[in-house]
């Protein structure tokens, strides 16, 4: 499950699909097949995945072309993420549903602002009588209106903007602040978003907390998960753990990686060899 859970993804690519399913559904199923050569462990698909979770158990079926498989947990490796009292887990998208509608619209109505060439809606009015010939008029000189030309208006037309302008709008503003609100329902720094604010301390500590708080608790998940449902009970008497190594996403940059190998080998905690393979990624000297 490392390197290659089946034939058709490697380990990176099974693991980025299985973690992509948890964090927008709350949960992510993959099935244990046996393989040619070892046992093949084979993502499914959540658009055709239907469970039905129950008090103290749960079956899901698998639609499989015309078909549809029924599974129980004892076929079946998954994880799940945050849950009430009951095994149902709770689903993030859901939790967000106003915050993704609002973000929604917001996109709309940017499209049709930056569609019309930044210009605002408005309102056409006069008070004379207008002819067939002038309504065309009138129609061609909004079309060079909408495309950013000088529209002619006769007729003793006027217009009336329907809504404020662009700094009354804040239509950026908007965006960025509803981005982050999007984020923090998945627990995103704001760095990793877009947001440039904020000097390169506390990006640094930002992405930390990111391991800590938010990458932490799914690893933690997938590690049991592993042990638990992949694992046989021989596997795990004889002390086989799984663990995800985070070492190298929690050191900081480079001076604060140095800084800390010379701690550690001043304090004897580790070896130059084991400084050399498991921090800085060199051979270890003979």
Not at 87 to 92: A, D, F
Not at 210 to 225: D, G, H, L, S
């Amino acid at each position: 499950i490392r390197l290659d859970p089946n034939p058709m993804q490697v380990g990176a690519e099974f693991w980025a699909a299985m973690a992509f399913t948890a964090a927008l559904r709350g949960v992510a199923f993959a099935e244990p097949t046996v393989g040619i050569d070892q046992v093949e462990l084979w993502p499914l698909d959540p658009v055709r995945t239907d469970v039905d979770w129950r008090e103290r158990d749960f079956s899901v079926r698998y639609a499989t072309g015309s078909s549809v498989r029924a599974l129980v947990p004892s076929q079946l490796f998954w994880f799940s993420g945050l849950s009430d009292a009951t095994h149902r887990p709770l689903v993030p998208w859901k939790m967000a549903k106003g915050a993704i509608d609002f973000q929604l619209a917001l996109e709309a109505g940017a499209r049709s602002f930056f569609r019309n060439n930044l210009r605002f809606s408005g309102i056409l009015s006069t008070e004379h009588k207008l002819t067939e010939t002038s309504i065309e008029h009138i129609r061609e000189g909004i079309a060079r209106w909408k495309q950013g030309g000088i529209p002619v208006l006769e007729q003793g037309l006027s217009f009336q903007q329907a809504q404020g302008t662009n700094a009354d709008a804040q239509l950026a503003e908007l965006i960025r602040q509803r981005t982050l609100e999007m984020a923090r329902y998945w627990r995103i720094p704001r760095t990793m978003v877009g947001e440039e604010s904020g000097t390169a301390t506390s990006q640094e500590q930002e992405a930390l907390q990111f391991v800590k708080y938010t990458m932490r608790p799914w690893v933690r998940r997938i590690e049991q998960a592993i042990t638990v449902r992949l694992l046989t009970p021989d596997m795990r008497a004889e002390g086989l753990r799984a663990r995800f190594n985070l070492d190298s996403l929690l050191r900081g940059d480079s001076g604060t990686q140095f800084r800390n190998a010379v701690l550690a080998r001043t304090a004897s905690v580790l070896s130059v060899n084991e400084i050399r393979t498991a921090w800085l990624d060199q051979p270890a000297i003979d």
